[in-house]
């Protein structure tokens, strides 16, 4: 089993650099150990213009039989001497896929501590697979490269070169092109479309394969035209299981949609009217009402005496950052389901740089608010801040079992646009939303209705506090329902 990776320099870029991205040394042959056979790494050739590594997987067949204790692949039942004779030591397949996210961990997560600058940079590519599995032939091998950018060469293998009327084989000799990629992209797609194309894995498929396929396919996949193939076979098609993925990718999708943030929009959007802000324009700006919203969030935080905080939908961070700042909060958790905003989040609190202490009180993960989380459960207080309006109506019910029927923190902040005071807002279009990704913007009293039917359900009291300007008419352009949970003896008599 043999890939191949090759790249092109020029003196003040030279080609061994994949050297460094790779973490493998071009004047080194290495063996690497992996639960199937050994991985070898060398380099064929590496110099200044041009630096090719190769990964050589040697499978132990027999090895890989008797662990499966008589199952073949996908963990199937195989008591044929197919279990000891196949492809698997030839053809790449899942074996490879483990063998690259293994051996090359650092390059697929995209860090290189010797040249940090390196991992970002594109660079031509071209990597060749002589033999590839492809059921589906070198059109869906098209289907799959083709939309990521990639120049595809697809050629297949004749099933005997000295018998050509037996026709082609399935396998196929593949060669990706690209002039300007980064490695990690690279290897993320080989990856998840290598077991695709084969349509098996080697191993047996559970639960957690759901993060791996999302980690890998960040930023393509959630976009890629054939996702729901992709997902269904990456998955050995159990059915419970590509559901989740795709539902979760859809919200990737729906969040990524628009780069656009919705604190962005609000403070770009006018205050009140410009007579108004004429003539006060000599005195000090307001705050933008985004910042006007953190602050109210961290003193409703504040009164309620929470000092370990979810923020639920926590975006690019910014609200993780504000309550870092403060000492009274122990432990503060973010969670979105785009991994794209948790590692923008990341940069923006620097956690790769954060002192021990303070990196002991923050942490990251990435979740879907419509299904229920063991991480959720146990802290003092959960915050969703300008979150609930990006759902679909009919999901709603699920976020709010999710958060108030089985995380239950003592307490929780949701805060939503009043779509009552859009008419304030100059450069908002009569009849549209705030953001391009609301689904729905409710009244005070819609809003209102929803939150004393949540809270009388799992056992609430809720208050509501406006944000921002109180327009005597509107009301607030931000409305917070805070949820205080009852007492056993204050559910009891209620």
């Known amino acids: 089993?043999?890939?191949?990776?090759?790249?092109?320099?020029?003196?003040?870029?030279?080609?061994?650099?994949?050297?460094?991205?790779?973490?493998?040394?071009?004047?080194?042959?290495?063996?690497?150990?992996?639960?199937?056979?050994?991985?070898?790494?060398?380099?064929?050739?590496a110099d200044a213009e041009r630096c090719t590594a190769a990964l050589l997987l040697e499978v132990d067949a027999v090895a890989l039989a008797r662990r499966g204790k008589g199952k073949g692949r996908g963990g199937a039942p195989d008591a044929t001497l197919a279990q000891y004779v196949n492809d698997r030591p030839y053809a790449a397949s899942s074996l490879l896929a483990v063998a690259l996210s293994s051996v090359f961990s650092s390059a697929m997560k995209g860090t290189c501590t010797a040249r940090p600058e390196l991992p970002g940079q594109p660079r031509p590519l071209r990597i060749e697979v002589p033999v590839l599995p492809a059921r589906g032939g070198p059109e869906l091998v098209r289907r799959l490269f083709e939309p990521l950018g990639w120049t595809v060469t697809v050629e297949p293998v004749a099933l005997d070169a000295e018998f050509p009327e037996w026709g082609d084989s399935r396998y196929v000799r593949l060669v990706l092109e690209s002039s300007g990629r980064t490695l990690a992209e690279a290897l993320r797609h080989l990856y998840v479309l290598l077991p695709v194309l084969d349509d098996a894995k080697h191993y047996w498929v559970s639960s957690d394969e759901v993060d791996k396929l999302l980690r890998a396919g960040e930023g393509w996949l959630p976009a890629h035209p054939e996702q729901k193939l992709i997902t269904s076979r990456y998955l050995s098609r159990r059915w419970s299981l590509t559901r989740q993925a795709i539902e979760r990718l859809e919200l990737v999708r729906l969040a990524e949609a628009d780069d656009t943030a919705v604190e962005e929009i609000d403070n770009a959007v006018e205050e009140i009217d410009n007579a108004v802000e004429a003539e006060t324009e000599t005195k000090e700006r307001p705050a933008p009402l985004a910042v006007q919203r953190r602050d109210a969030v961290i003193a409703a935080l504040g009164?309620?005496?929470?000092?370990?905080?979810?923020?639920?939908?926590?975006?690019?961070?910014?609200?993780?950052?504000?309550?870092?700042?403060?000492?009274?909060?122990?432990?503060?958790?973010?969670?979105?389901?785009?991994?794209?905003?948790?590692?923008?989040?990341?940069?923006?609190?620097?956690?790769?740089?954060?002192?021990?202490?303070?990196?002991?009180?923050?942490?990251?993960?990435?979740?879907?608010?419509?299904?229920?989380?063991?991480?959720?459960?146990?802290?003092?207080?959960?915050?969703?801040?300008?979150?609930?309006?990006?759902?679909?109506?009919?999901?709603?019910?699920?976020?709010?079992?999710?958060?108030?029927?089985?995380?239950?923190?003592?307490?929780?902040?949701?805060?939503?646009?009043?779509?009552?005071?859009?008419?304030?807002?100059?450069?908002?279009?009569?009849?549209?939303?705030?953001?391009?990704?609301?689904?729905?913007?409710?009244?005070?009293?819609?809003?209102?209705?929803?939150?004393?039917a949540v809270a009388e359900r799992y056992g609430y009291d809720v208050e509501f506090v406006p944000v921002g300007p109180d327009d005597p008419e509107v009301g607030p352009p931000t409305q917070m329902a805070v949820f205080s949970m009852r007492t056993v003896k204050e559910a009891t008599a209620a």
């Open 1 to 45: 089993m043999f890939l191949t990776i090759s790249t092109t320099g020029t003196p003040e870029r030279p080609a061994t650099d994949l050297g460094f991205l790779l973490h493998k040394h071009p004047g080194n042959a290495q063996a690497f150990s992996t639960s199937h056979g050994t991985a070898h790494v060398l380099y064929p050739e």
């Open 303 to 452: 009164t309620s005496g929470a000092a370990r905080v979810l923020d639920l939908g926590c975006g690019q961070g910014q609200l993780v950052q504000a309550l870092l700042k403060d000492p009274r909060f122990t432990e503060i958790v973010g969670v979105d389901v785009s991994m794209r905003a948790l590692t923008i989040a990341s940069r923006r609190l620097k956690l790769d740089r954060m002192g021990e202490r303070q990196a002991s009180r923050v942490k990251l993960f990435q979740g879907s608010l419509a299904y229920t989380d063991n991480r959720l459960k146990g802290y003092d207080a959960a915050v969703l801040c300008e979150v609930i309006e990006h759902l679909d109506l009919p999901r709603l019910p699920a976020l709010e079992y999710a958060v108030f029927g089985s995380a239950r923190p003592r307490t929780v902040l949701v805060t939503t646009p009043n779509v009552e005071y859009n008419v304030r807002w100059e450069s908002l279009p009569a009849g549209h939303v705030r953001h391009g990704d609301h689904r729905f913007e409710w009244t005070r009293e819609e809003f209102g209705t929803w939150a004393c």
